[in-house]
């Protein structure tokens, strides 16, 4: 093949192109335009985490086009970065058709199998003296004829490989292979919350799909030993590890309580049918001061409706009642047991999650399922539960994972 001056003979994939757009481009300007700032600011700090140097990043609506040596980790990196939609490993040239056309042909001969089919598909923003179909038919047409010996077939509908070309201006990027990410929002749009983690599937879905909307988190974890055994602590942390990977260049602080004692008064009280409400709402105590402290919106727990005995909509209201000041939301209120799993297969916390821990021993045999909050109020009477939060706090733990 003839090369015009100023090519390499070896061709590199040099370049990602990064999508992001859904939700954020139908943002009025001034949000659009914040929204993307903070997104390429999260992008940076990613590659900077990894140590993957950059040699340029061009910012365009809808677009951040990335030059860099390492282009297989730079995209699949950058799919966990909340807001991007999908990265491409590309070929960069200039916006000439020639160029275009030779580096089309490049790619598609060292990418192709022999004998598959494939589509150019083209994209383009800005002013050129050709359309998207000049290009992709130009560039169909030199690869069949350039690459005659590799028996290649051009089908439009359903085709082994698509190669896709994306003008943007000056330049062109030429690809394959497109990685998807989760899109929402990016990480710091929103407010930061305070996420109930247990180390279960649901609290950690829960978690992940918060930070999706652009919350950064901070997850509190109450240990209940002697309640429980040592692997619950190990599979919170664990759990708030991999969620972490989502926030690169945010804090990684984790919230410890030493939530034993309390439990163990909670158990002495009557009902004993009450306990897990008892618990639940000095959790909720807890989370709001912490929620205070931290100068966090909200908190988030992973409860579903019906999902424990504990989680009935009659039940969640009762707990509900117990913090004042912060809203408790849920995300998974909707979701049934099969949809949070699949989503925390995605995510990969469900591994980590459904490692053997010992489940509370102080759960009683029938949990109420209709607590009326007057018998709630009542247990607590006796209780000093401002107490209970005041120690709770003073000895809790931070530890960054
Ligand atoms: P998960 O799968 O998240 O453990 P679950 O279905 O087992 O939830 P519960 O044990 O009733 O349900 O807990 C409901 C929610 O309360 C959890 O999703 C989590 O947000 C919070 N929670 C429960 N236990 C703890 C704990 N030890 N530390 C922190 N949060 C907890
Ligand atoms: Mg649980």
């Avoid at 999706?212 to 590890?241: H, M, N, Q, W």
Wanted: proline residues 3%.
């Amino acid at each position: 093949m003839k090369l015009s001056t100023g090519w390499s003979n070896q061709m590199k994939f040099d370049s990602v192109v990064v999508r992001f757009g859904g939700e954020m481009g139908i943002k009025g300007e001034w949000t659009r335009r914040t929204y993307e700032k903070l997104l390429l600011e999260n992008m940076k700090k990613v590659l900077e985490h990894h140590n993957i140097p950059r040699i340029k990043i061009i910012h365009k609506r809808g677009r951040i086009y990335i030059k860099t040596e390492n282009v297989q980790e730079t995209a699949s990196k950058l799919t966990l970065v909340f807001g991007v939609s999908s990265a491409s490993p590309a070929v960069e040239t200039t916006s000439d058709m020639n160029d275009i056309v030779h580096r089309a042909v490049e790619v598609a001969d060292i990418k192709f199998k022999n004998g598959c089919s494939f589509a150019v598909r083209c994209h383009r923003v800005g002013k050129h003296p050709y359309s998207s179909m000049d290009i992709c038919r130009e560039a169909g047409n030199k690869i069949l004829v350039d690459l005659k010996s590799r028996d290649l077939k051009v089908n439009l509908t359903n085709p082994m490989f698509t190669l896709g070309v994306e003008i943007r201006d000056d330049y062109a990027y030429i690809f394959i292979e497109t990685l998807r990410g989760v899109g929402g929002f990016p990480l710091g749009s929103q407010a930061k919350v305070i996420c109930l983690l247990s180390g279960g599937i649901d609290s950690a879905v829960a978690c992940w799909l918060v930070m999706k909307r652009g919350c950064s988190v901070i997850p509190l974890f109450f240990d209940i030993a002697p309640f429980t055994d040592e692997a619950a602590i190990a599979k919170a942390l664990d759990v708030a590890r991999e969620l972490f990977k989502w926030s690169v260049g945010f804090p990684r602080r984790v919230y410890i309580v030493q939530h034993g004692r309390n439990l163990e008064t909670f158990v002495g009280v009557n009902p004993r049918k009450l306990t897990c409400i008892l618990c639940k709402r000095m959790m909720y105590r807890i989370a709001e001061r912490i929620a205070e402290i931290e100068k966090a919106e909200g908190i988030i727990t992973g409860e579903a409706i019906g999902e424990q005995a504990s989680q009935t909509l009659i039940n969640l209201r009762v707990l509900n009642e117990a913090v004042t000041n912060y809203p408790v939301h849920r995300p998974l209120l909707g979701f049934n047991k099969l949809e949070t799993e699949k989503l925390a297969k995605k995510i990969s916390t469900f591994e980590i999650s459904i490692r053997k821990a010992k489940g509370c021993s102080a759960a009683p045999g029938k949990p109420a399922t209709k607590a009326r909050l007057e018998n709630v109020k009542k247990a607590e009477q006796e209780l000093d539960l401002e107490g209970m939060v005041e120690e709770s706090i003073a000895e809790a733990k931070i530890v960054t994972v």
